[in-house]
């Protein structure tokens, strides 16, 4: 029965401690309200992250298009290859018919 006793005591030196349930609806449309100003925040952010994410996924996309496709460089590659060596190649055969070497 002590025991009993001493647990009586412990809890009615905790009750005036306790919140109500009325600072608890307080407490509630409290953090309702900072939960949609936080997300009101949010959203606005969000909004223009995306449309400064687009704005630049565009630009880049535009600059990839612009890029040369890899056909385009093997060719241009390629062409350069075969003009340095008629180059070269005019360039033996004239000396050779200058020195007399036909």
């Known amino acids: 029965m002590s025991d009993f006793k001493a647990t009586c005591a412990r809890i009615e030196a905790m009750l005036p401690n306790l919140a109500t349930s009325a600072q608890l609806a307080e407490l509630r449309g409290d953090l309702e309200v900072t939960l949609a100003r936080f997300t009101g925040e949010f959203d ?10 687009d704005a630049k996924l565009e630009r880049l996309t535009g600059r990839v298009e612009a890029l040369p496709t890899t056909w385009q460089m093997m060719t241009a590659i390629i062409a350069g290859q075969i003009t340095l060596a008629g180059l070269l190649a005019a360039a033996l055969f004239g000396a050779a018919r200058m020195f007399g070497h036909n």
């Open 44 to 53: 606005a952010k969000l909004e223009r992250f995306s449309g400064t994410f």
